[in-house]
């Protein structure tokens, strides 16, 4: 499963591969507020990671996947 | 062993030793183009061919010899001393993992980081020559940002949580290691997943992703250059590790980590209570040793106090460690001491307390913590191992004085000068050799043994301390840097380099196959022949020590050692064949690319199928079977198969299926090739068979239709009406047999019309020895061959009816021709009877049906060597060859074919 853009929000869901990435920029272009939701994430693709931390968007859902929640927090914020 | 990897290691091996060759000639004429692109073209395809193998130590060093072999060939580089050494080197390196390969079949992953360094060693070659050749080559970067990293690990960014955990892992007996993972940039592109791997490492206790510089701004972001770095904090073995991580050497650091350097108290230090009296009261229960006391009151300090203050923090540190290690008083107590003063926790170094009180975390290399350490202490900081070597050489210095003083000594002073820079005390050589030339100018050891006295006097005194000193954790550095990982500093860097280098006196392990001239073998296997032949003479001896000689002891004695050499003799005969047989893969290679291009020509859809192209025969045999395959094949597509329109017409699938497969079938190999073409129309071949004049009108009458179809085997036979230029000339299949027949191969068609041809070919699996039956006739012998026998019977002579001018007999209700062996050679004298008055038959299989060959008498099978006829004699159709037989006749053996 990849992503699934919304006008509000990208949810992410299971493993997100790298694929996604170009996709994930054009989208945060488009909609600056949308938020990013992880909680059905459990692995993503580092490109995807840093978009997300180049974005310097805080409002990301914190996925459910603990360990997930635990490694990408050191890089970004999780709510 | 997969026959590629065995192919590989082989090639490796020759092309090691061709490339120490031309190294050795380059140091004599170190400008020749001709050697240095010589040896280029040997380094390139070792590493062409390594790349087939999942073997990263080995491709790694490699391609960075090709890299500076580049550099050579292309004057970027020139040729020196050094560079011979290290890619010499290099070769003994990869030499140790062919032979690794060998006997394990993989290579331990701990080859891993020799294999960055050896590669690192080659690729400075390159870049320090002149600027405008130094491309920043990524491993280069790897290794600069791993020099700046050691200088300090910032553990404190490990959550409390995670450290809690590492350091009970740690003392479980878990080696902790901080492994910083640099992906390179472009590593997206190559599929990987740094996160993912990172994520899957070993004993993984905790990752941090980190942006390896401020990431650009959105807009100019490309998502797909990596700029993550990524630092994992595991408690898995160094090999598990290495292992691990086995193809992205160059990209991590790891570093191993005492326990006790995670001990990082971390929290709002203001806003509590003075602890004076809880820090005087534990420290006061520490020393009465009653830890249950001080446990206790910790916790209840611990329940009181916020646990996001500091002290909170290094109270449950505290409590950790007690419950950890409970006799280390000694950790427990520092922390005790930091949370009366609310700093961070100072390790303490009772052997040099001036150099490592920093204040924690401490982080220190051995070499940083030595080379601060003034020269005259250095001995204290040596290990025992480097003390035991400077006994030994103290030991050499005071030997009587010889021829080889000088040269003992000088060698002696290398040694403790290869010490003294490895333990990063290199001012102190100068003193070395200062007392080397004084004690050569004396010509006695004084000189050097008062040097010896005076720098490792301090050691000698006290080696008791030091042995405790090595075993307390905390005496020790708190970081160790991992001892392989040490940087190569340049000036030590003689010393310091790992020599890989074997000499040839010791553990010289050569490859393990060879290659032989073919006549070589093929003298080998005549002789072992012979030794067939002449093994076959003892049983004559027998039966005349018996019979002529009348000593049957000595016959039954001579008996027994025939059955001994007969064994030794078939094993030998088996292992020559072993050594001679080769798959027919080696035929079939060619056939995908001829089927292409044919059919291609023809305008024709062609799949071909091969099977079982492993079966294997001798050498001669499946080079003789490359002609008639090829003419086979040809025909095949040009005759065979149909245009695909034609076939759609037909309602055949439009691509045509032309199998080849081999088979073995007890001691022959058959070789079937199968079309489903438009197969042979008897009609045809009868017609065409009888214009050329090949068959007479009254064949073309009797003919069956089997019969008509191998009608094109007869010489000058072609259907094709036009001649092309791949097949039509009339010689195709005349050819195809001749050959298969000389080497005692038989071929048979199959044909039905509009369904495809099968063509099956059987040839013998060695042609080194014939088993023959040996038959008499006429006071004579004559050999026939086993394979042409069907059966043996004797027929009562009242059993022979004469149909006109031929005799025949009935067989198991099939009527049998019968020929007198007599009467084909043109012996006038007629067939002998015995004495029930019965004939010996022997029924023969010629070209698919039997005949009865009337003979006089039948004897053993044989195994000979059959010679063929040559001279005036090779005229003689009727005999296939000639053999020597154990008694030392002649035996001749008849080519059944020609005669009937």
Redesign the interface.
């Known amino acids: 499963m990849a992503i699934t853009f919304k006008k509000d929000r990208a949810v992410f869901v299971d493993t997100v591969s790298g694929d996604d990435a170009e996709n994930l920029l054009e989208w945060l272009h488009k909609y600056p507020k949308g938020k990013i939701d992880l909680t059905a994430c459990t692995h993503l693709h580092p490109a995807n990671l840093q978009v997300l931390m180049a974005a310097k968007r805080p409002v990301v859902l914190r996925p459910k996947d603990t360990l997930l929640a635990e490694w990408i927090s050191s890089a970004i914020k999780l709510v | 062993m997969n026959p590629l990897l065995e192919q590989f290691l082989s090639e490796s091996r020759e092309a090691l030793q061709n490339i120490a060759e031309k190294l050795m000639q380059l140091e004599k004429e170190p400008t020749s183009v001709d050697l240095v692109t010589e040896l280029f073209r040997f380094v390139h395809t070792l590493k062409g061919n390594s790349g087939l193998f999942e073997l990263p130590e080995l491709t790694r060093v490699i391609h960075a010899g090709e890299d500076l072999m580049d550099a050579v060939r292309s004057g970027r580089v020139a040729y020196s001393s050094i560079l011979a050494d290290r890619l010499l080197d290099a070769m003994d390196f990869i030499g140790i993992l062919c032979d690794e390969i060998e006997s394990h079949e993989r290579i331990d992953a701990r080859h891993g980081s020799d294999s960055v360094r050896l590669a690192e060693a080659l690729r400075q070659l390159i870049v320090s020559t002149p600027p405008e050749t130094a491309p920043a080559l990524p491993s280069e970067v790897a290794a600069t940002a791993n020099e700046t990293e050691k200088i300090s690990l910032p553990l404190e ?1 490990i959550p409390e949580t995670a450290r809690l955990a590492a350091y009970r892992s740690a003392l479980q007996g878990n080696i902790l290691h901080w492994l910083a993972y640099r ?1 390179v940039e472009d590593c ?1 592109f190559q599929g990987d ?4 791997q ?2 899957q490492t070993p004993g993984i206790l905790w ?5 390896r510089s401020e ?5 100019d ?1 490309d ?2 250059n ?3 770095d990524f630092t994992i904090l595991s408690c898995a073995p160094r090999e598990e590790l290495d292992e691990y991580y086995r193809y992205l050497r160059e990209q991590i650091h790891l570093t191993a980590l005492q326990p006790h350097a995670l001990i990082i108290p971390q929290g709002d230090p203001n806003g509590g209570p003075v602890y004076e009296d809880f820090v005087a009261d534990a420290l006061l229960l520490l020393q009465t040793g009653n830890s249950e006391g001080l446990v206790r009151a910790a916790r209840s300090m611990l329940e009181l106090s916020n646990p996001d203050l500091w002290f909170s923090s290094a109270l449950r540190w505290l409590l950790l460690v007690i419950e950890c290690e409970p006799a280390n008083h000694a950790a427990q107590e520092v922390i005790l001491t930091s949370l009366r003063t609310l700093t961070p926790l100072v390790w303490e170094n009772p052997a040099a307390p001036a150099t490592i009180a920093a204040p924690a975390p401490v982080v220190a290399t051995v070499t940083e913590t030595t080379a601060l350490t003034p020269a005259t202490t250095v001995a204290q900081e040596m290990p025992p191992e480097i003390m035991a070597i400077v006994a030994v050489q103290r030991d050499i210095l005071t030997m009587p004085l010889d021829v080889n003083w000088s040269g003992r000594c000088k060698g002696a002073v290398a040694a403790l000068s290869g010490c003294l820079r490895a333990f990063g005390a290199a001012a102190a050589v100068a003193g070395l050799e200062q007392a080397l030339q004084d004690s050569l100018a004396d010509k006695s050891a004084e000189p050097l043994l008062e040097w010896l006295d005076n720098f490792f006097a301090a050691s000698a005194a006290q080696p008791q301390t030091e042995q405790t000193e090595a075993t307390d954790p905390l005496q020790s550095a708190a970081l160790q840097e991992v001892q392989t990982d040490a940087p190569v500093t340049t000036t030590a860097q003689a010393d310091a380099d790992v020599k890989f280098g074997r000499r040839t006196e010791d553990n010289f392990s050569g490859p393990k196959s060879i290659k032989v001239d073919q006549t070589k073998i093929d003298r080998l296997m005549n002789l072992i022949g012979e030794m067939v032949v002449a093994k076959n003479a003892l049983p004559y001896l027998a039966g005349r020590a018996e019979n002529v000689y009348g000593v049957r002891d000595l016959s039954r004695e001579i008996k027994s050692q025939y059955a001994v050499i007969n064994r030794i003799a078939e094993e030998m005969q088996d292992s020559i064949m072993q050594v001679r047989m080769m798959p027919v893969s080696f035929v079939f290679q060619r056939f995908p690319r001829l089927v292409r291009d044919t059919s291609n020509k023809l305008g024709k859809e062609v799949r071909l199928v091969l099977e079982g192209e492993d079966t294997e025969a001798d050498k001669n045999i499946i080079e003789s079977l490359g002609e008639p395959l090829v003419h086979i094949v040809r025909n095949s597509l040009d005759h065979g198969l149909e245009m695909p329109e034609v076939r759609r017409a037909l309602g055949k699938p439009t691509v045509g299926t032309l199998t080849i497969r081999a088979s073995q079938e007890s001691d022959r190999v058959v070789i079937e090739i199968r079309d489903d073409g438009k197969g042979i129309d008897p009609e045809v071949i009868k017609h065409k068979a009888y214009e050329k004049g090949v068959i007479s009108e009254e064949q073309l009458e009797r003919i069956s239709d089997q019969e008509a179809v191998n009608l094109v085997f007869a010489a000058g036979f072609s259907t094709a009406e036009v001649i092309s230029d791949l097949s039509g000339r009339g010689v195709g299949m005349d050819v195809v047999r001749t050959a298969v027949e000389k080497v005692n191969g038989t071929i048979r068609l199959e044909s039905e019309k509009g369904k495809g041809t099968c063509i099956s070919i059987s040839l013998p699996l060695s042609m080194a020895v014939s088993n023959v039956m040996i038959i008499e006739s006429n006071n004579q012998i004559f050999g026939v061959p086993m394979e042409s026998v069907v059966e043996t019977v004797r027929i009562p002579r009242s059993d022979i009816r004469s149909i006109k001018k031929s005799q025949t007999t009935v067989l198991r209700n099939r009527i049998v021709p019968l020929k007198p062996l007599n009467t084909m050679l043109g012996i006038a004298a007629p067939q002998k009877a015995n004495e029930e008055d019965k004939l010996a038959v022997l029924i023969a299989n010629v070209f698919g049906e039997h005949v009865g060959i009337l003979v006089d008498d039948f004897h053993e099978t044989v195994d000979i060597i059959l010679k063929p006829m040559t001279g005036v004699l090779a005229g003689l159709s009727a005999y296939s060859g000639s053999a020597l037989l154990g008694d030392g006749s002649v035996l001749m053996v008849l080519d059944i074919k020609e005669i009937i």
């Not at chain 2, 997943?193 to 993912?196: L, N």
């Not at chain 2, 990752?207 to 942006?211: C, H, K, L, Q």
């Not at chain 2, 990431?215 to 807009?219: I, M, S």
């Open positions: 960014l992906p997206f997943d740094p996160f993912y990172s994520r990752v941090s992703i980190a942006a990431l650009p701004k959105l807009a972001l998502p797909y990596c700029l993550l």
